[in-house]
């Protein structure tokens, strides 16, 4: 289970058609500028790696570079001030009205695919479907509006059904001249192996936790330096995950996890059904996730630490004061086996209960009491 949905960023972070800052990819841009520069660019890019790390900005980002004509003019600076961009930089000055026409979804000569609102459910959708991707041959059917490129994001392509990815194959196969296909994906082991072969791939890493950590000091400021280091440690090489844990509460929670943790194979039951209790009745601000979520979310990736960790036989750096004595000693109880086993069934668990209407307190208090057998 994954903290992260969509690459777009909550709160106070620009979503990604609207957010001029990139840090931590430099040499993915300077890929994508180069072949935009050689005047050979490939007519479909996979850009790959993690939730929340900013593929979607670095799509975004190239769009606007490449609608502004900068690969024409070899990157020179806006003609409206700021710094001079390197060579290989795909930056773009805020101040100009393509960014804000772009960053307000009003260019005629780019196309966003993602899940759609659902109208009657009053949420995305949990699928694209073949239908959205009709509405990407009628767009490029059309004369380029502005004359120069057209550029389809498609955010996230993991998200296309069958039928979807198999109409998507059409314009893969012939697509127009002077189009350009940009596929965001956190798993693309999803993806058909036809869409594979015909993109080219540019894989995203991690970002450093410093950097992270950079992030978070612009987009919350109020965070205290300790808390911004601890998220950074968190997120794990993504912005987009620690701004999740940030507007939650997830450093709290992970207390809270911790604490529990600690005294396994024995429960606190009183303060686990209280906490339970609570993070069922959760309702998050609009553009954040709720507690439930973010608590199942951290005690299934705590899980897998603890799997590798006993695994490899090395334990991973400590998060929080008292972390490394915890997973030292639960690395001693059970086997392997049993844990790995109680992991997959707790994230069937949760899968579960974000598809159906289940109890979501009794369903944590159920991953809980697994635990505690494993434990014992």
């Excluded at 795909?90 to 960014?99: I, K, N, T, V």
């Excluded at 209790?277 to 603890?306: I, Q, Y």
């Excluded at 992991?343 to 289940?358: D, M, P, Q, T």
Aim: with cysteine; net charge neutral; aromatic share 6%.
């Amino acid at each position: 289970m994954s903290l992260q949905e969509t690459d777009t960023q909550s709160g106070g972070a620009p979503e990604p058609r609207a957010n001029p800052k990139l840090l931590g990819h430099e040499q993915a841009e300077a890929t994508l500028a180069d072949a935009a520069g050689s005047g050979r660019l490939h007519h479909a890019w996979l850009l790959t790696g993690p939730r929340g790390i900013g593929k979607a900005t670095l799509a975004h980002r190239f769009s606007r570079w490449l609608l502004a004509g900068r690969a024409e003019e070899g990157g020179q600076d806006s003609l409206f001030g700021g710094p001079a961009p390197q060579e290989d930089d795909l930056w773009l000055d805020p101040g100009d009205p393509l960014f804000h026409r772009i960053a307000s979804g009003g260019h005629a000569d780019l196309m966003i695919l993602q899940r759609e609102y659902d109208e009657r459910a009053k949420r995305l959708r949990s699928e694209i479907v073949a239908a959205d991707v009709r509405k990407v041959s009628g767009f490029l059917s059309l004369t380029a509006g502005e004359g120069g490129w057209r550029v389809v994001i498609v955010d996230g392509a993991e998200d296309m059904n069958r039928h979807a990815a198999n109409a998507l194959l059409k314009t893969l196969e012939e697509p127009p001249a002077r189009t350009v296909l940009l596929l965001v994906s956190h798993a693309p082991g999803r993806l058909l192996p036809t869409i594979h072969s015909r993109c080219r791939k540019l894989a995203l890493k991690p970002l450093p936790p410093a950097t992270v950590q950079a992030l978070l000091g612009d987009y919350r400021p109020e965070l205290a330096q300790q808390e911004a280091a601890q998220l950074a440690a968190l997120g794990e090489g993504s912005i987009g995950r620690a701004l999740e844990l940030a507007d939650a509460g997830g450093l709290a929670l992970y207390g809270e996890l911790m604490g529990q943790m600690s005294l396994l194979p024995q429960l606190d039951t009183a303060r686990l059904h209280g906490l339970a209790e609570a993070l069922a009745r959760s309702k998050p601000e609009p553009g954040t996730r709720d507690g439930f979520e973010v608590m199942t979310a951290l005690l299934g990736w705590w899980l897998a630490r603890l799997i590798r960790a006993r695994a490899v036989g090395q334990l991973p750096p400590e998060l929080v004061a008292g972390e490394a004595d915890v997973m030292a000693r639960l690395s001693t109880a059970g086997s392997l086996d049993q844990w790995i086993e109680v992991w997959e069934k707790i994230n069937r668990l949760f899968a579960r209960a974000s598809r159906v209407n289940l109890d979501r307190k009794q369903v944590l208090l159920n991953a809980f009491f697994a635990l505690a057998r494993v434990a014992s």
